[in-house]
């Protein structure tokens, strides 16, 4: 089962005092609106989200069809591919991608500790 690129999504108090704050240990911005309570910001590899307002809690993110680089890739595993996969090993899901459509589509689910998942196809 191949996850796709892999990001943390922060929820944030302060938009601003956050971003300021990554942007001091070297991530620089490379998508969102902060004028919508959101950005996502990058350091080599590793990717951070901050969301104000969005949201309680951080969430895990993995991204279907993109590379870490966030460019589409040619092949990959399908979210609802993925959300098969994870019923048949009988793991509960709390939101399921509708598997009668195609192209980007969702699902959380929680690991044992309660830390929340999301698998997002934006592809």
Do not use: C
Request: proline content about 6%.
């Amino acid at each position: 089962m191949e996850l796709g690129a892999f990001s943390v999504s922060l929820s944030v108090k302060d938009l601003a005092a956050s971003r300021a704050f990554y942007e001091a240990l070297g991530f620089e911005q490379i998508g969102g609106e902060p004028a919508e309570n959101w950005l996502i910001l990058r350091n080599g590899p590793a990717t951070v989200g901050l969301f104000h307002g969005m949201f309680e809690g951080n969430i895990l993110t993995f991204n279907p069809g993109w590379g870490q680089d966030t460019q589409p890739l040619a092949q990959f595993d399908d979210v609802r591919a993925i959300q098969q996969q994870l019923k048949d090993a009988g793991i509960p899901l709390a939101s399921e991608a509708d598997e009668a459509t195609t192209g980007p589509a969702s699902l959380m689910l929680s690991d044992p500790d309660g830390n929340v998942i999301l698998i997002d196809q934006h592809v």
